[in-house]
């Protein structure tokens, strides 16, 4: 678990072809979005255009999340034919696999805050918010029917480890790390901001929590003290948006 995400990529022999196009459609697709939010914000007083940009944006989603899967799948194949030096020792008997990770998330952490400390800069820890934490979010139709995969193991993750990563909040505190629980942001949020069936937000939803990241921040540089983080406001991401 000490191991980047994307290890086994870097120190693999060759990049496969398959994978290589898988990024670059999805790479093309979010470049599309981009440009049609430009052209649907020069339209913006239109209701056709924003329809239109609607209609579009969605399209765009699907294929999004549709080519993530494939991604996803590729790689957990391509996991399985890994060598040691791409997954690294296995864990030694006895250390369960969400204890070590866990460990090591609070430690790096608290290194980072040391770091800050030493080199006079700001670092804030923020707990992402996730769709499989239970009651943390009133779905969209859009979501209850593309985000929601069971047939993964995220929900049995997030179930699991979410609580713990909670209860280490005090040890951060206690060394000084500015941790906030941003997990609930999107309590009271009723419109689409999950992308994909992992984790990923759409522009709404990033739009969202960097308000509420922002609004944090600022509200405890105000208060010279940390503060309890905000809850997402529907209305801040149509002013952001614009």
């Given at each position: 678990p000490?191991?980047?995400?994307?290890?086994?990529?870097?120190?693999?022999a060759?990049?496969?072809?398959?994978?290589?196009?898988?990024v670059?459609?999805?790479?093309?697709?979010?470049?599309?979005?981009?440009?049609?939010?430009?052209?649907?914000?020069?339209?913006?007083?239109?209701?056709t255009?924003?329809?239109?940009?609607?209609?579009?944006?969605?399209?765009?989603?699907?294929?999004?999340?549709?080519?993530?899967?494939?991604?996803?799948?590729?790689?957990?194949?391509?996991?399985?034919?890994?060598?040691?030096?791409?997954?690294?020792?296995?864990l030694?008997?006895?250390?369960?696999?969400?204890?070590?990770?866990?460990?090591?998330?609070?430690?790096?952490?608290?290194?980072?805050?040391?770091?800050?400390?030493g080199n006079?800069?700001?670092?804030?820890?923020?707990?992402?918010?996730?769709?499989?934490?239970?009651?943390?979010?009133?779905?969209?139709?859009?979501?209850?029917?593309?985000?929601?995969?069971?047939?993964?193991?995220?929900?049995?993750?997030?179930?699991?480890?979410?609580?713990k990563?909670?209860?280490?909040?005090?040890?951060?505190?206690?060394?000084?790390?500015?941790?906030?629980?941003?997990?609930?942001?999107?309590?009271?949020?009723?419109?689409?901001v999950?992308?994909?069936?992992?984790?990923?937000?759409?522009?709404?939803?990033a739009?969202?929590?960097?308000?509420?990241?922002?609004?944090?921040?600022?509200?405890?540089?105000?208060?010279?003290?940390?503060?309890?983080?905000?809850?997402?406001?529907?209305?801040?991401?149509g002013?952001?948006?614009q």
């Open positions: 000490s191991y980047p995400t994307i290890w086994p990529r870097l120190v693999a060759t990049v496969q072809s398959e994978e290589i196009q898988l670059g459609r999805i790479t093309n697709l979010r470049d599309q979005s981009v440009s049609n939010g430009r052209l649907a914000g020069a339209l913006r007083f239109s209701p255009a924003n329809l239109i940009w609607l209609v579009r944006e969605r399209s765009f989603d699907r294929k999004v999340v549709a080519l993530n899967l494939a991604l996803e799948q590729y790689s957990d194949e391509a996991m399985q034919r890994a060598s040691f030096s791409q997954l690294g020792p296995s030694p008997e006895g250390i369960e696999l969400t204890a070590a990770s866990i460990d090591i998330w609070v430690a790096s952490s608290i290194q980072l805050g040391n770091l800050a400390v006079d800069f700001s670092y804030h820890h923020f707990l992402q918010p996730n769709q499989y934490l239970p009651g943390s979010k009133t779905f969209s139709p859009y979501e209850l029917e593309h985000v929601l995969d069971r047939r993964e193991r995220w929900e049995e993750v997030i179930v699991l480890g979410y609580p990563l909670l209860a280490r909040q005090p040890e951060l505190r206690s060394a000084h790390v500015d941790f906030a629980d941003m997990s609930g942001v999107f309590r009271d949020v009723e419109e689409t999950y992308l994909d069936n992992c984790c990923h937000l759409n522009g709404r939803g739009a969202l929590l960097v308000q509420a990241i922002i609004d944090y921040i600022g509200e405890a540089r105000a208060n010279g003290a940390s503060v309890k983080p905000p809850r997402a406001n529907s209305s801040l991401a002013i952001l948006a």
